[in-house]
């Protein structure tokens, strides 16, 4: 096992990737309560059933989708990288798409189905690897930095710290608020932790913030610790029915809209997920990714995996990087993430005590790791300053990875080529313009 993720040459062992796997899933194990919420329109009123998804079913499908989702980019990839149903991509499929547009769930699942079977092909062929390793470094640096800070942003979000404003947007939450406090708390011993140079330091902040919450009343008590498994039942091969029972549907613009933007979204949050916790974790070589085909593929078999089981778009989590922070640096570490997620099917009041509360301060902190990327950008040239400063801005503040990237990637061949620097443009990036342009011109 050792020499097969190659502990030795990566400098890691057993304990670091344990807490490493381990961290990563309590980073993400919102998703197994979120996920079910968001697809079952619970927060819509007065819905007929036919519209809502199974709760238990999708919560289900989603600790499902992740576990085999991680297992796959551990044992094929070998990155450190967890997956699950993609946060942005569920409220497409329940609020744009089933609400907005009165699509049944069951044909948006088509819609995930096609848009993975799509991603296999373009993995095998290498073409996703290709285009990836075709963006320049100093973009992949602004990605990374861009994805600190939008997940900064999420963390100060999930503590309440900064909260929504009528007249501004955003701003300074109620500091004296219990569950905010208890995430400022997190966060100081969090950083104490880590100044210190304790190794785990988030995961054991996690848990010390945990305990405190239990004892300050802020955290409830679990119930019980092990509940019988949901049935699956309800969403498993929902996917299939729109082909078998009402095949013309999958012929309209609309569809075709649904698998594109499905498409595009995945595609980049991937990309810049996978170029950010691979830059973070030291495993970059000659500025490209390795194994990258096989990262892409494992993440396009997740999809479909996720698609089968009844849940929206699985994808690459950019909250691994809490785990690279806590020491990960193998696929072993996934592994270890995708059994964590199988064990929740079976210990699910155990999540509860998980509250955003608690990993805010996680969060936040491996946003300050992330954008020291920052210091690698040229920002004496203006020409890399300018698309790589719009990437960076533009992804908290349109709460969109790909949308960040996709602002950056317009104006970068259009500033090089004014610059003079025309050779030093990669030809898919040409491709990729015209990508962005016709997406926000048609799509966004």
Not at 21 to 38: D, E, Q, S
Not at 89 to 98: E, G, P, Q, T
Not at 107 to 130: H, K, M, Q
Request: charged letters at 10%; glycine letters at 10%.
């Amino acid at each position: 096992m050792k020499k097969y993720f190659e502990f030795d040459k990566l400098g890691t062992n057993y304990r670091r990737e344990i807490i490493g796997g381990l961290t990563t899933f309590l980073a993400m194990a919102y998703i197994l309560i979120v996920n079910p919420l968001m697809l079952s329109l619970d927060a819509v009123p007065d819905l007929p059933d036919a519209m809502r998804m199974d709760k238990g079913a999708v919560f289900v499908a989603t600790a499902l989708a992740a576990a085999v989702g991680s297992l796959f980019m551990g044992l094929i990839a070998k990155y450190p990288i967890g997956l699950a149903p993609g946060m942005g991509l569920n409220a497409f499929f329940a609020f744009s798409v089933v609400l907005g547009m009165g699509i049944p769930w069951q044909t948006a699942l088509t819609g995930v189905l096609c848009s993975g079977l799509i991603f296999i092909v373009l993995s095998l062929s290498g073409l996703r690897e290709i285009i990836i390793n075709a963006i320049p470094m100093q973009l992949k640096f602004a990605v990374g930095a861009g994805i600190g800070l939008f997940i900064t942003f999420l963390g100060f979000q999930n503590a309440k710290i900064i909260v929504a404003d009528p007249n501004t947007l955003v701003t300074l939450g109620d500091l004296s608020n219990g569950p905010t406090l208890l995430a400022i708390f997190g966060l100081v011993i969090t950083v104490v932790m880590m100044v210190r140079k304790i190794k785990g330091a988030i995961f054991y902040g996690m848990i010390v913030t945990t305990i405190v919450g239990m004892i300050a009343g802020l955290i409830d008590l679990p119930e019980k610790v092990v509940d019988k498994v949901p049935s699956v039942a309800p969403t498993f091969g929902a996917a299939f029915e729109t082909i078998f029972q009402d095949p013309s549907s999958l012929l309209t613009t609309q569809f075709l809209v649904i698998v594109i933007t499905f498409l595009f979204v995945d595609f980049f949050d991937t990309a810049g997920t996978l170029v950010a916790v691979a830059n973070q974790a030291g495993l970059m070589k000659d500025d490209k990714l390795p194994r990258a085909g096989k990262a892409l593929l494992s993440d396009s078999l997740a999809t479909v995996t996720g698609a089968v089981f009844g849940t929206s778009t699985t994808t690459s989590y950019i909250e691994s990087s809490a785990g690279v922070a806590a020491g990960a640096r193998t696929g072993f570490a996934s592994i270890v993430t995708g059994v964590l997620f199988l064990l929740a099917l079976f210990f699910s009041p155990l999540l509860f005590v998980i509250t955003s509360e608690v990993t805010a301060p996680a969060l936040i902190i491996v946003g300050v790791l992330m954008v020291s990327t920052l210091g690698n950008i040229e920002w004496t040239r203006f020409e890399i300053a300018v698309p790589a400063f719009l990437t960076v801005i533009a992804m908290p503040l349109t709460y969109s990875i790909a949308t960040g990237i996709a602002i950056g990637f317009i104006f970068y061949p259009i500033t090089m080529i004014l610059s003079g620097r025309r050779k030093e443009i990669h030809p898919i990036m040409y491709g990729l313009w015209v990508i962005f342009v016709l997406y926000f011109m048609f799509i966004k």
